[in-house]
């Protein structure tokens, strides 16, 4: 696509070209060199601020910070699609009094920021009497955020389904709720299937946001890991893990969609993919 | 309800005063970053094409608030200027959105029709001029709305600096609950106020529309 932005180079523009090239390159290596210095100068390629990788007990440690940003992740996303799916299902009703509350839900939850959400759970709940933790402070945050997302996902891919296939349903004489299942429902999810998989993604990242509340997840160790003495506060080689690993998952995560994305291209029995590109790219942040 | 929000003035209009803040700072710098980013994606130089493309890549798949750890707790141990929590937490925003918009622009200039390049090409125009002059005055159309999505979901991301030191509408919540005050019409002011933060968005995204909706 990028390549009718200009046209073949001549031996001149070549010879720019590798200029910038040469002017980029030096530029990059310059940045990360000076990174590097600064990590060196201050001491963070020391072995002492990384020896905390080799003790087994660390090492369970970070395992189970693992576990614990997946469980997060996993029954958020499981409890976030069931709340999307109701709620997708809800908007779209023929009753009104179906229709306004699950709106009004949906367009809340999905106003109110994902911090303030947690913050009133975790503040608010105790205030209640309500003895919720600070896992499911965070799961519940997660689903309502998400799901109000997801119904809005989901409804746009039923809404994307042709007319024609709600008619002849309905022609057939299928009941309301059966053609929301067995006709609207498959197509819409396999037409949103890479924009479900994106906003897994924004999930996963929000697990971080554990972290504000104290959830033992990833960031919350790397905290308590970058703050031992013994080590030298090695708060940049934990970050540093930290981050790799949150990449690896949410780039495999990713990937999943856009393999899906490319598939559902392929065998082009899905929305137009300018559609869900917009839709994608509007709520992917 | 309302003497709740008097009595707490000072918290309310402090904390939505540092996020709007927050929020224009670092408005302004992703959409610089990340307009040069895109810039850098579609360029015919494969070096700064790698540092786009990884760049993005970095930041999309990152969680904020491990750039806000990184900035907070990370960034004075190298040692380099010595800066506010508030500068760093506009830096990370900036940083983090930046890959955001970058993404959206290089699909609005993926959606400019292909002729328009091969006629601005055969008139002889160079790549920079292709770019300022034909590419973007047309992708920028396509852009307004995924962009105000972006803006929109920086304004709420803000909130994020609240547990990284910054006093800004986040830190309502814990202030309010350590001053015993009743959460819920808390929140629910809270909320109003985000609704209000949003509204100049939405108009400035129609006003935009409105004005740039010719037909091609």
Redesign the interface.
């Known amino acids: 696509m990028t390549s009718v932005l200009y046209d073949l180079p001549g031996p001149r523009a070549r010879a720019r070209n590798k200029a910038f090239g040469v002017l980029a390159t030096f530029g990059i290596v310059a940045l990360a060199g000076f990174i590097g210095y600064r990590f060196w100068a201050t001491g963070q390629f020391e072995s002492t601020k990384w020896q905390w990788l080799l003790y087994k007990d660390l090492q369970v440690q970070l395992l189970a910070a693992l576990g614990a940003t997946l469980a997060a992740f996993v029954v958020a996303a499981v409890l976030a699609l069931v709340v999307g799916l109701l709620s997708a299902v809800g908007r779209l009703s023929e009753h009104w009094w179906l229709r306004t509350p699950a709106l009004a839900i949906v367009e809340f939850f999905r106003a109110i920021p994902l911090v303030v959400m947690i913050f009133f759970l975790f503040y608010a709940a105790p205030q209640a009497g309500l003895k919720l933790g600070v896992f499911w402070t965070l799961v519940a945050s997660l689903t309502l955020y998400n799901g109000s997302v997801l119904a809005e996902v989901f409804r746009a891919g039923m809404l994307s389904v042709p007319r024609g296939q709600r008619e002849a349903a309905y022609a057939l004489g299928l009941r309301k709720n059966q053609v929301m299942r067995a006709v609207l429902l498959p197509q819409a999810v396999r037409a949103m299937l890479p924009t479900i998989v994106s906003q897994l993604v924004v999930l996963l990242k929000d697990t971080a946001l554990g972290f504000l509340i104290t959830y033992p997840e990833l960031l919350y160790e790397a905290r308590y890991l970058g703050g031992l003495a013994e080590f030298g506060r090695p708060i940049i080689p934990t970050a540093l893990v930290i981050g790799a690993v949150y990449i690896t998952l949410c780039t495999a995560l990713s990937s999943l969609a856009g393999y899906l994305e490319r598939r559902s291209r392929r065998t082009g029995r899905v929305l137009p993919p300018s559609d869900a590109n917009l839709i994608t790219a509007e709520l992917a942040v | 309800m309302i003497q709740l929000l008097l009595d707490n003035r000072d918290l309310f209009l402090k904390g939505f005063l540092n996020t709007i803040l927050l929020f224009v700072l670092a408005g302004i710098g992703s959409l610089v970053l990340g307009v040069l980013l895109a810039g850098m ?2 360029s ?5 094409r790698l ?1 786009g493309s990884g760049y993005v ?2 930041f ?7 750039v806000f ?2 900035f907070a ?2 960034y004075p ?4 200027l010595d800066v506010s929590f508030f500068t760093r937490a506009v830096l990370a925003l900036a940083m983090y ?1 930046a890959a ?1 918009v970058c ?2 622009v290089r ?1 609005g200039i ?2 400019v029709d ?1 002729g328009q ?2 006629a601005s ?1 055969a008139l002889g125009f160079t ?1 920079i001029q ?2 300022t002059t034909v ?1 973007v005055p047309q992708a920028i159309r396509s852009v307004v ?2 962009l105000t ?2 803006l929109n ?8 600096a ?2 990284f030191s910054v006093a800004e ?2 830190q309502i ?2 202030a ?2 350590e001053r015993g005050a ?3 019409i808390g ?1 629910f002011w ?2 109003i106020g ?2 209000i933060l ?1 509204v100049p968005l939405t108009a400035t995204q129609r006003a935009l529309e409105k004005r740039w909706s010719v037909a091609r």
Not at chain 2, 44 to 48: Q, Y
């Open positions: 994606r579609v015919p130089v494969p070096a700064l540092l890549t970095i999309r798949n990152t969680p904020l608030t491990l750890f990184f707790f990370a141990r190298l040692e380099l959105t955001f993404e959206v699909s993926n959606t292909v390049f091969e090409r790549f292709t770019l590419v709305p995924p999505s972006v979901s920086l304004l709420k991301n803000t909130t994020i609240a547990g509408a986040g919540t814990p309010l609950s009743p959460l819920l929140m809270i909320a985000f609704g949003v």
